[in-house]
């Protein structure tokens, strides 16, 4: 197996794009509508070559194997993780990881001193979906777990905090768990 290597997504790649877009439909297929097809995924990918944003691409042996996402928000003090996506087949051998901490020395190189994100909660994977988390919505974050796997666990492993969630973000029940990581070197 060939080290994986990442570096940036070129918006005139449209064979990486596409396997792009194929890798998101498949990772999120199961948890979240926001990408339920190639054409929503590939708008989402030719969003990241936006103004202020990043989108880093993994590769092994020239295949794409992952791709984060990278929005500027604060004045640049801090970016947003948007989207991260791993394909399926490569899960848990450490892409995830190494797209995060590429995107981490990115911002940083860049002046952020935070890097954020929030995982949503729309299928009922957390102990605070399906429930009303008002009116302390601290509370139930503090004592937050995880019978349905998760992506906050992976991000906590990761070096992120829980810093905050939204109720009802996604309708009633559906909340956004945000997480927050200082990236900044004192």
Avoid at 72 to 95: F, K, M, N, T
Wanted: proline content about 8%.
């Amino acid at each position: 197996m060939s080290p994986v290597e990442i570096a940036d997504l070129s918006p005139d790649d449209e064979e990486a794009i596409a396997q792009i877009a194929r890798i998101i439909v498949e990772a999120f297929r199961d948890h979240t509508p926001s990408w339920p097809d190639l054409p929503s995924a590939e708008a989402e990918v030719r969003e990241s070559f936006g103004e202020d944003r990043l989108s880093r691409v993994a590769r092994d042996g020239g295949v794409v194997v992952g791709w984060v996402g990278g929005i500027s928000e604060y004045d640049g003090h801090a970016w947003e993780l948007h989207p991260l996506a791993v394909d399926p087949a490569r899960q848990g051998e450490g892409i995830g990881r190494a797209l995060v901490a590429d995107l981490e020395q990115q911002v940083a190189a860049l002046g952020a001193t935070t890097l954020y994100l929030g995982t949503d909660d729309e299928d009922g994977r957390t102990s605070l979906s399906d429930t009303d988390i008002y009116p302390d919505p601290l509370a139930p974050l503090a004592a937050i777990s995880n019978p349905g796997r998760h992506p906050y666990e992976f991000y906590l492993s990761c070096g992120f905090s829980l810093v905050g969630v939204i109720p009802d973000a996604n309708g009633p029940g559906k909340p956004d768990i945000l997480m927050a990581k200082r990236i900044a070197k004192d």
